[in-house]
């Protein structure tokens, strides 16, 4: 066998490697952390450990499992999308119903958890650790607030904002906005400062997305980036009418940042436009939505940018964090950053200058679109990496063996379908990959050679506009009607929700939830559910009794004036009677591209249904939702399918190496750490998507 080269390493992997004997076969057998969300600033999932091998990963065992609490066991709607940081033999991570905790990493055993109430129902994908080697943090997004913790203790320290806490709301209102408001991706820490994002909503209230570092010791504000221009900054003549964040939201900092802290750096994915379908009230390009930002991390001021989406309407805004990696490009070393996208693309550029590695052509897409919109005349398309999924749906892409074959072709004859970025009119359009990928949050791993590593699904998804009723006397509006201007569009006109229950069936929800636990969501918002909190009382009463099956009073709803015309049919995911995607496999992808020349390694299946296993068919993938691992000893950790497995590949060959059964569903990011020379990897096991059982199950696994 050829021996294994030695590995070029650059940023924080100079300094682990000073730490470690090398890697020549010999253990690293020092500890090692996994420090950040994504296990580093170049948020590359990544690690120098090797103690789990190839040879030796049949070995692998469950070391301890950790009961984080808050399951919702009764309508599996809960979820744990958290990646857990490593710190000193302490595990941060957060629970099923949104408690961040502390373990001892070797043995499981809780050293401290919070008992925050009303957080609204809101998933979590980590916590953020700052130290200047005496004080000690953690920050946790919960709700609208971001907390600063005690490492030790889990305690709110009084000393940060305003009684531990900052208000994300606080700067980004706008005239008709809603008050949802979300930090469930970990912040961002340069020097003493914290970058942090949020989630808004993604309809026409949707508070503006300004990205904004605050001091990680007394919580004050000390910069704010305009995604959303004001006038006289640049990019604000790409808004029109005037005034822009007068009227819209958006363009926020959702899916995380990573960061070159030697060169004060910070590369920011920014979100879709609000409302994501229509743009008719927002002619231009629209910048800063859908970009790739870089910001002077001290400043906030912007260094460069590239719109990977112009005049969204297709909410194909990059989903996760962006991978800052070392290539060989044309014969010379070259600092890049890569993003990902839900359409399956790979942009590379030079992570300084901004310029792209690998040519990238403005191509028209010219359809006719709903009247009003004025869609972008090109979308940005790289040549190179070619995509990681495919990029249209036609007749000869539907499944060959689905019982539904005809009644799929003949749908199909009627959709507009075939390409990306075509516009959504009141025709079923199809969108493929589906409106979240493609890539997803979980987001792609890199390693020191500069090989990509991406997880994707490939499920066609299909949706329609349709004009929002203009009620001749709005003292006429019934909960009924009500529900279907606000509501309608997710769980459907018969609140039947969608297939995958990623939107849930409201049909007899007043025999499962107290009208003061519906309420509570109508108010709050839960998971990718907004808040409503800015629609009357009158109106919420009308529709809490709907959903009740009671009988409701017409009442005065707010005004159409001034609002958008159209509403969309909801994010409806295709499936035959059978329960499978109307596409022929793959569903669920698993590929390795080289960045140094832009070339596909290999691309295998991730996940399979065993009932088409046993029928003689090849394993088809699966919809997924969680990042990959990958290690110096040539492993490639993943869970995130429905089969609920996790997998350990061959990250040279793309070849299964070992599997297990979790006890839920992984849609999460693996972690890897060691303490007193042992290896760990972990992985929070917390279902609750794709019609899975929810759970609270942290696993650890660790060599026999």
Same mark, same amino acid.
């Given at each position: 066998?050829?021996k294994?080269?030695?590995?070029?390493?650059?940023?924080i992997?100079?300094?682990?490697?000073?730490?470690?004997?090398?890697f020549?076969?010999k253990?690293?057998n020092?500890?090692?952390?996994?420090?950040?969300?994504?296990?580093?600033?170049?948020?590359?999932?990544?690690?120098?450990l090797?103690?789990?091998?190839?040879?030796?990963?049949?070995?692998?065992?469950?070391?301890?499992?950790?009961?984080?609490?808050?399951?919702?066991?009764?309508g599996?709607?809960?979820?744990?999308?958290?990646n857990?940081?490593?710190?000193?033999?302490?595990?941060?991570?957060?629970?099923?119903?949104?408690?961040?905790?502390?373990?001892?990493?070797?043995?499981?055993?809780?050293?401290?958890?919070?008992?925050?109430?009303?957080?609204?129902?809101?998933?979590?994908?980590?916590?953020?650790?700052?130290?200047?080697?005496k004080?000690e943090r953690?920050?946790f997004?919960?709700g609208?607030?971001?907390?600063a913790?005690?490492?030790?203790?889990g305690?709110?320290?009084?000393d940060?904002?305003?009684?531990g806490?900052?208000?994300?709301k606080?700067?980004?209102?706008?005239?008709?906005?809603?008050?949802?408001?979300?930090?469930?991706?970990?912040n961002?820490?340069?020097?003493?400062?914290?970058?942090?994002?949020?989630?808004?909503s993604?309809?026409?209230?949707?508070?503006?997305?300004?990205?904004?570092?605050?001091?990680?010791?007394?919580g004050?504000?000390?910069w704010?980036?305009?995604?959303?221009?004001?006038?006289g900054?640049?990019?604000?003549?790409?808004?029109?009418?005037?005034?822009?964040?007068?009227?819209?939201?958006?363009?926020n900092?959702?899916?995380?940042?990573?960061?070159?802290r030697?060169?004060?750096i910070?590369?920011?994915?920014?979100?879709?436009?609000?409302?994501?379908?229509?743009?008719?009230?927002r002619?231009?390009?629209?910048?800063?939505?859908?970009?790739?930002?870089?910001?002077?991390?001290?400043t906030?001021?912007?260094?460069?940018?590239?719109?990977?989406?112009h005049?969204?309407?297709w909410?194909?805004?990059?989903?996760?964090?962006?991978?800052?990696v070392?290539?060989?490009h044309q014969?010379?070393?070259?600092?890049?950053?890569?993003?990902?996208?839900?359409q399956?693309?790979?942009f590379v550029?030079?992570?300084?200058?901004?310029?792209?590695?690998?040519?990238?052509?403005?191509?028209?897409?010219?359809?006719?679109?709903?009247?009003?919109?004025?869609?972008?005349?090109?979308q940005?398309?790289?040549?190179?990496?070619?995509?990681?999924?495919?990029q249209?749906?036609?007749e000869?892409?539907?499944n060959?063996?689905?019982?539904?074959?005809?009644s799929?072709?003949q749908?199909?004859?009627?959709?507009?379908?075939?390409?990306?970025?075509i516009?959504?009119?009141?025709?079923?359009?199809?969108?493929?990959?589906?409106?979240?990928?493609?890539?997803?949050?979980?987001?792609?791993?890199?390693?020191?050679?500069?090989v990509?590593?991406?997880?994707?699904?490939?499920?066609?998804?299909?949706?329609?506009?349709?004009?929002?009723?203009?009620?001749?006397?709005?003292?006429?509006?019934t909960?009924?009607?009500?529900?279907s201007?606000?509501?309608?569009?997710?769980?459907?006109?018969?609140r039947?929700?969608?297939?995958?229950?990623?939107?849930?069936?409201?049909?007899?929800?007043g025999?499962?939830?107290?009208?003061?636990?519906?309420?509570?969501?109508?108010?709050?918002?839960?998971?990718?559910?907004?808040?409503?909190?800015?629609?009357?009382?009158?109106?919420?009463?009308?529709?809490?009794?709907?959903?009740?099956?009671?009988k409701?009073?017409?009442?005065?709803?707010k005004?159409?004036?001034?609002?958008?015309?159209?509403?969309?049919t909801?994010?409806n995911?295709?499936?035959?009677?059978d329960?499978?995607?109307?596409? *022929?496999?793959?569903?669920?992808?698993?590929? =390795?591209? &080289?960045?140094? #020349? /832009?070339?596909?390694? %290999? !691309?295998?299946? @991730?996940?399979?249904?065993?009932?088409?296993?046993?029928?003689?068919?090849?394993?088809?993938?699966?919809?997924?939702?969680?990042?990959?691992?990958?290690?110096s000893?040539?492993?490639?950790?993943?869970? *995130?399918?429905?089969?609920?497995?996790?997998? =350990?590949? &061959?990250?040279? #060959? /793309?070849?299964?190496? %070992? !599997?297990?059964? @979790?006890p839920?569903?992984?849609y999460?990011?693996?972690?890897?750490?060691?303490?007193?020379?042992?290896q760990?990897?972990?992985?929070?096991?917390?279902?609750?998507?794709?019609?899975?059982?929810?759970?609270?199950?942290?696993?650890?696994?660790?060599?026999?």
């Amino acid at each position: 066998m050829q021996k294994q080269r030695t590995w070029m390493w650059y940023g924080i992997g100079i300094l682990l490697l000073t730490l470690t004997i090398g890697f020549n076969g010999k253990s690293v057998n020092q500890d090692v952390d996994w420090p950040e969300y994504q296990g580093d600033a170049e948020r590359s999932h990544y690690s120098v450990l090797n103690n789990i091998t190839p040879q030796n990963i049949k070995n692998l065992k469950v070391a301890w499992t950790y009961a984080s609490g808050g399951a919702d066991t009764v309508g599996n709607r809960s979820q744990m999308q958290c990646n857990p940081i490593i710190i000193k033999g302490i595990l941060y991570g957060v629970s099923a119903d949104t408690q961040a905790f502390a373990l001892d990493a070797a043995t499981g055993e809780e050293r401290w958890k919070t008992k925050f109430e009303g957080q609204g129902g809101m998933t979590s994908r980590g916590v953020t650790y700052w130290s200047d080697g005496k004080d000690e943090r953690i920050f946790f997004g919960l709700g609208k607030w971001v907390y600063a913790l005690d490492a030790k203790t889990g305690k709110v320290l009084s000393d940060f904002g305003t009684g531990g806490r900052i208000d994300l709301k606080t700067g980004v209102e706008r005239p008709g906005a809603d008050d949802y408001i979300r930090s469930n991706t970990p912040n961002t820490i340069y020097k003493n400062l914290l970058i942090v994002g949020a989630r808004v909503s993604e309809n026409e209230f949707a508070l503006l997305g300004d990205i904004r570092a605050y001091d990680t010791r007394s919580g004050a504000l000390v910069w704010t980036f305009h995604t959303i221009p004001k006038p006289g900054e640049f990019g604000y003549s790409s808004w029109q009418p005037a005034n822009p964040r007068e009227r819209l939201g958006g363009a926020n900092a959702w899916a995380g940042m990573a960061i070159d802290r030697d060169r004060g750096i910070v590369y920011i994915p920014t979100g879709s436009a609000a409302f994501d379908f229509y743009g008719g009230n927002r002619t231009g390009d629209n910048l800063y939505a859908n970009c790739l930002l870089a910001l002077d991390a001290a400043t906030g001021k912007r260094l460069w940018h590239f719109q990977l989406v112009h005049h969204d309407i297709w909410d194909r805004d990059p989903p996760t964090t962006p991978n800052l990696v070392t290539v060989l490009h044309q014969g010379k070393k070259v600092d890049a950053v890569a993003q990902i996208t839900k359409q399956g693309q790979v942009f590379v550029f030079n992570r300084v200058t901004g310029e792209p590695l690998f040519p990238i052509d403005e191509k028209s897409f010219d359809y006719e679109a709903m009247p009003g919109e004025t869609t972008a005349k090109t979308q940005p398309i790289p040549r190179k990496p070619a995509p990681f999924t495919r990029q249209s749906f036609t007749e000869k892409d539907i499944n060959p063996w689905s019982k539904d074959k005809v009644s799929i072709a003949q749908t199909l004859k009627t959709a507009r379908t075939g390409s990306p970025y075509i516009p959504i009119t009141g025709q079923m359009t199809l969108f493929f990959p589906g409106t979240d990928g493609g890539a997803q949050w979980g987001g792609a791993a890199s390693d020191p050679e500069g090989v990509l590593y991406i997880p994707a699904k490939e499920n066609p998804c299909f949706s329609s506009l349709v004009p929002i009723e203009q009620a001749a006397n709005p003292a006429n509006q019934t909960g009924k009607e009500l529900y279907s201007r606000y509501c309608s569009a997710c769980h459907g006109n018969e609140r039947q929700g969608n297939h995958d229950g990623s939107y849930p069936s409201l049909v007899g929800i007043g025999s499962r939830l107290s009208p003061q636990a519906i309420r509570q969501v109508l108010e709050q918002g839960k998971g990718m559910m907004p808040s409503f909190s800015h629609i009357s009382e009158q109106e919420k009463k009308a529709i809490l009794d709907f959903l009740s099956d009671k009988k409701s009073i017409s009442v005065v709803a707010k005004s159409n004036s001034g609002r958008l015309p159209y509403k969309h049919t909801g994010y409806n995911r295709w499936y035959d009677q059978d329960g499978y995607p109307v596409s *022929a496999p793959p569903w669920g992808t698993l590929t =390795a591209i &080289d960045l140094n #020349t /832009g070339e596909h390694k %290999w !691309q295998v299946p @991730l996940g399979e249904y065993k009932e088409l296993t046993e029928r003689g068919i090849a394993p088809t993938g699966t919809d997924n939702y969680g990042g990959p691992l990958v290690t110096s000893s040539g492993l490639l950790f993943i869970a *995130a399918t429905k089969d609920e497995q996790f997998r =350990a590949f &061959d990250r040279l #060959t /793309g070849k299964i190496l %070992w !599997q297990t059964q @979790l006890p839920f569903a992984g849609y999460a990011t693996p972690a890897t750490y060691s303490v007193n020379g042992k290896q760990y990897v972990v992985i929070a096991c917390g279902g609750g998507k794709l019609k899975s059982a929810s759970g609270d199950v942290y696993v650890a696994y660790a060599l026999d």
